[in-house]
């Protein structure tokens, strides 16, 4: 498990994927998350602006992220 740390109180999802080096840009960010491939706290996303604030996690292509204050 990979684990990402906050510099602000949150992070949205699209910028957390990128940070993670999960996807290459914002537009595969994007591609990804309507596409239903990535899931937050077990569920699936479609909201590229969803907030991710410490004790959060998300999944895509089988790695997960911790997200940390």
Sequence with gaps: MQRLQLRDEYIKLGQ???AA???ESGVDAKFA???GLVQVNG???YQRGKK???GDSF???GETVQIEG
Excluded: H, N
């Design 33 to 35: 998350i309507q596409d």
């Design 16 to 18: 957390a994927l990128k």
């Design 59 to 61: 999944t895509y292509r």
């Design 52 to 54: 991710l604030r410490s």
């Design 21 to 23: 080096g999960l996807v």
């Design 43 to 45: 569920e699936t996303e």
